[in-house]
DNA sequence: CGGAGAGTTGACAGCTTTCAACATCAGTGG
DNA sequence: CCACTGATGTTGAAAGCTGTCAACTCTCCG
């Protein structure tokens, strides 16, 4: 395989999503065993700060939650969206390395890492989670690395239609006559622009530019209606 | 804790390095033991292609590899540069997400997953060293999203400094009289540039600048004297 | 109705990229 | 030993994208 050849590249970042609910179903299933703990959040509640001691593990039941690190002058930097099924709170320190906070009504599980230490089951299923996020990381990481405003913005979009968008996209539902969707944000301005690496101002110029060539409708600020995925999904930097 | 206080803020990056060396003794040990195949492997050698089946897990003994994306239109991102001690070749998919090459001369352990999932020793090692490899992501995307690029070549530099550099910088030894350090950066400039999001020429620019300041000496093109790591430090941003 | 917060838009500045030329280095072969 | 050659690195000038600053609009709620 030459150094641009692209043809055989995996569809992770899809088979991700695909794989979400299944192991979703089975995690709860497994936290409940060990007595996890579950515990309700409103938005934008902190479940712990950066530098906090880190103790225990979480499982997302329900919601979104944002993993963030700050900069000391104030820059923000969003790292992570997590999904229900997601796993977080695992640090290599002593205390947490981000800080992390609601975006929505969440449920999360909390659970005691050496209860479920003991468990091989519960081990195999950690390691996956992790992988996962893992590459979810290292598509972020080509995004703030290599990808122009419009991209990012495009890929952030996409990364919230169900089956589609990422390396591996499957293109239009052919049983379908119309390839449009309908997404919630869940994310202000600035939290999009934290999670993108841009301004504020930026996100909302390319939100603008993408309502004008008729790619996207914004019903409300949060709640977009993509008119042709496929168009939107040639924006994203993937293709 | 306040959105801007940063005084508690984790040492997780600091503490993952002091952790590799007795980390690294014990996995290699944990490795043999399930039979590991020993590989070697010469500088710019690809260990798998993104797109390639994942089958084997790979442990880093000796040496230094990168993992990277590419996009279609051949822009690349570095997305890790992996340590002796650190694990690679997880795939959440049936597919590598990544390339994994190395820069330097390389030993490498392969092993079948499914031999080691067994062990819930092995387990536990393989979280630890899951979650201390998604520290380093966060940190890595802070740096690709919100730092400039003064600030990006600082704190790559910084990371190759042993006990330094990252958020908790335990400061100059005060045992010792100057504070000055040599590192090894085993990257040429256009690898440097795709680690840090930035082209060749504005890496080459950034170091030429730290130069003329009196911060650093090149002694060969990658091999770098710092004077003053202090000093060098402060430019990261994260002070 | 009024006020605060969130979002949008415009003008301009600045940082990084792009493009191009040149320098340096290492390896090869005469 | 030295000239040649290709790869790697450096530097300059100009362009372009995104950030900054400021004004304005919109929405939500009291």
């Known amino acids: 395989m030459s150094y641009l050849d692209q043809t055989a590249v995996a569809a992770n970042d899809m088979q991700r999503r695909n794989a979400a609910s299944a ?47 700050l900069l000391p002058d104030g820059r923000r930097q969003v790292v992570e969206v997590l999904r229900p099924g997601d796993i977080f709170g695992l640090a290599s320190s002593s205390e947490h390395d981000c800080t992390a906070e609601t975006l929505t009504d969440a449920q999360v599980q909390e ?18 989670c992790l992988t996962s996020q893992m590459n979810a990381l290292h598509d972020h ?40 969707s309908d997404i919630k944000l869940h994310m202000t301005r600035q939290e999009i622009a934290d999670y993108l690496g841009l301004t504020i101002e930026t996100v909302s110029r390319v939100v603008s530019d993408l309502k004008r ?6 019903d ?20």
Chains 1, 2 share one sequence.
Do not use: W
């Open 23 to 69: 192991k979703h179903l089975a995690a709860i299933a497994s936290f409940a065993e060990f007595g996890a703990k579950s515990l309700k959040f409103s938005p934008h509640d902190v479940v712990y700060y950066e530098g906090d001691e880190a103790r225990r593990l979480y499982h997302l039941e329900r919601g979104t939650i944002m993993l963030f690190k």
């Open 111 to 128: 659970i005691d890492l050496r209860q479920v230490e003991t468990s091989p089951e519960f081990q195999r299923r950690l390691t996956r």
């Open 141 to 180: 990481a080509v995004l703030l690395g290599r990808k122009s405003a419009h991209e990012r913005v495009a890929s952030f979009l996409m990364y919230l239609v169900p089956n589609r968008g990422g390396v591996g996209c499957v293109g239009p539902d052919p049983e379908r006559v119309d390839d449009s």
């Open 213 to 218: 060539k008729g790619v996207i409708r914004a």
């Open 220 to 239: 409300k600020s949060d709640q977009i209606h993509l008119h042709k995925v496929c168009s939107l999904c040639q924006m994203t930097g993937f293709h």
